[in-house]
């Protein structure tokens, strides 16, 4: 059997789809052949203006995860079968752990995991439900197998995401469905807006970088297209760095 990374006839949703990370992956998944339905809290039409334009097809839907029930809800509602999801949408607070507020745990924890989990529950019920199959694709971090600094309920939910990647591929792995990850190292989006801002951090964290730059949203199409095709079938429960080599210096 020839060997396939095309994801022509499929359809990918893409939480966070608007920028960063959400919107190379989006971009790359309608070039590979998907349709994307592009979802946000806010509208992801230069997203679709993007894939059309490279003569994809892509909608924008509105899904606001600050109810971390809402992927559940429009993966319930949504008429049109979804064979891949992208868990990518993610929010970050950073204040010191004697300081960390109630608010900024539940705001992480909500977006990054709770959202997560639910949104994939609906998407296996369904791809289950009808008897087909389906990827899922969670964005993960270095901070899944790092502490981090400031960083308490990112690094949990973060750590946890990486958790729920493994035991939801136990579950679903001779049933049809991959779940895998992808632990994006530092990349150049809003979620890393503020160590580049500080000078000392940002050079302290390119010195580590073995590729000796940070990495871009397009840096991260590639895994997330093969993680979505037919080529990935046999991997389950994996969390792929794509991190310039942090994680093996
Ligand atoms: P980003 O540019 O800040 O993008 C975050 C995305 O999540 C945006 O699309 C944002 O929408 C969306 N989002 C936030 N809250 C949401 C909500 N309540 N409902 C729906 N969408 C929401 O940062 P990014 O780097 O691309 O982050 C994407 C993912 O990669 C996150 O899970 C992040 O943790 C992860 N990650 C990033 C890095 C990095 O170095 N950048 C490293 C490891 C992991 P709005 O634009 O409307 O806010």
């Known amino acids: ?24 992956i989006a971009l790359a998944l309608g070039e590979a052949g998907a ?3 592009c979802t946000g809290r806010s509208r992801s039409d230069e997203t679709v203006e993007m894939i059309t334009e490279a003569g994809g097809r ?12 809402a992927g559940k809800a429009f993966i319930e509602a949504y008429d049109k079968p979804i064979n891949i999801l992208v868990n990518n949408a993610g929010v970050i607070r950073r204040a010191d752990a004697v300081d960390f507020s109630e608010e900024d745990w539940d705001g992480v924890m909500d977006v990054n995991i709770k959202a997560v989990f639910f949104t994939c529950q609906a998407f296996g019920k369904k791809v289950l439900a009808r008897g087909g199959t389906g990827k ?13 600094i400031r960083v308490s309920s990112y690094t949990a939910s973060k750590s946890a995401v990486a958790g729920i990647t493994k035991t939801l591929a136990n579950e679903w792995a001779a ?4 779940v895998n990850a992808i632990a994006p190292g530092y990349i150049t989006t809003g979620n890393t807006a ?15 970088i073995p590729a000796g730059r940070w990495g871009s949203a397009a840096d ?3 895994t997330a297209v093969f993680l979505s095709s ?9 969390i792929l760095n794509v991190d310039g080599g942090w994680l093996a210096r």
Request: no cysteine.
């Open 230 to 238: 037919p080529a990935a079938d046999y991997i389950h429960g994996a």
């Open 194 to 208: 503020a160590l580049r801002a500080d000078e000392d951090r940002s050079a302290e964290i390119l010195g580590r």
């Open 220 to 222: 991260m199409g590639g």
């Open 35 to 37: 349709e994307v339905v």
């Open 136 to 148: 899922i694709v969670n964005i993960a971090s270095m901070l899944s197998f790092q502490g981090g």
């Open 58 to 69: 892509a909608v924008s839907e509105i899904v606001d995860l600050s109810d971390p029930m």
């Open 175 to 178: 049933r049809g469905i991959n």
């Open 1 to 24: 059997m020839a060997i396939s990374f095309s994801l022509e006839g499929k359809r990918a949703m893409v939480t966070g789809a608007n920028t960063g990370i959400g919107q190379g």
